[in-house]
């Protein structure tokens, strides 16, 4: 683990030296120079996309500060590799790069929830012991044998034996009978559901990318429409033209986001 605890403290803070230069051009600067400032500063200015998918993972059996670390990291990896070139937001691309390198520690890590560490011994010398006591015994050892092996109660044997179940955790992609209908069922149809921050994140880049590339009256459409609830009639009143003409607007405006939309699922 590491992480520059200069960059971590001043996560909120821009380097005043950068204050007045846009994240697009930093990015643009940085691939040409590689310049570690201009790195830290591209990483001060996202942390908090750090912060947002750490916390999705709090309380899943690994120390927050732990996850944080490894989030940031990912951050760093979705700095280097990113395209500014390419026209969308940085953080839809780096939503999935960090949360890759999470889900990687995850895995590596080894168990999946938190165990007490007199459990995860205790494992380790039930699974030796039965090694052994097979060869032995010629026979798969019973609860018995491995407790008087190890010299501890059986309620130990089976407790941990228990617990070792959430080292190795189950595919989501394990299938259930379903019991005689058509289709089978997954397991993540079971427990799985949508993050809505994820999507949070890429409606808003997305929204964002979109609206630079309108003109101030189109803004305002937009604006007023989708965000203020307004009317057709009541924009075009304040606009002073027609509410036809709001109308053939807000279709052409509707156009430039499905094009953009098509653009992104290209990629």
């Not at 080894?110 to 006591?133: D, F, H, T, Y």
């Amino acid at each position: 683990m590491f992480m520059d605890k200069k960059i971590k403290k001043n996560k909120d803070h821009h380097n005043s030296a950068f204050g007045g230069i846009e994240t697009k051009e930093l990015f643009m600067v940085y691939r040409d120079n590689r310049d570690i400032e201009i790195r830290n500063e591209l990483i001060n200015r996202h942390m908090y996309i750090t912060e947002i998918l750490a916390k999705k993972f709090i309380n899943k059996g690994i120390d927050y500060e732990d996850i944080y670390q490894v989030a940031s990291l990912g951050l760093i990896y979705a700095i280097e590799r990113f395209d500014v070139d390419k026209g969308f937001e940085f953080s839809s691309f780096a939503t999935p790069t960090i949360i890759g390198e999470i889900k990687k520690y995850f895995r590596d890590k080894g168990w999946s929830v938190r165990v007490p560490r007199r459990i995860q011994e205790l494992s380790k010398k039930i699974n030796l012991a039965k090694a052994k006591l097979q060869q032995d015994l010629q026979r798969i050892p019973k609860v018995s044998d491995i407790a008087e092996y190890l010299n501890v109660t059986e309620e130990e044997v089976i407790e941990a034996m228990e617990a070792s179940q959430v080292y190795t955790p189950k595919s989501l992609d394990v299938t259930y009978d379903s019991s005689g209908d058509d289709k089978d069922i997954q397991l993540q149809d079971i427990i799985g559901k949508d993050d809505k921050y994820f999507d949070t994140i890429e409606n808003r880049d997305f929204i964002s990318m979109c609206m630079k590339k309108l003109n101030e009256v189109e803004i305002k459409i937009v604006n007023d429409r989708f965000f203020e609830n307004k009317t057709q009639i009541q924009v075009a009143d304040e606009l002073n033209v027609s509410q036809m003409t709001v109308s053939r607007m807000e279709k052409k405006i509707i156009k430039k986001f499905r094009k953009e939309l098509n653009k992104l699922n290209e990629i």
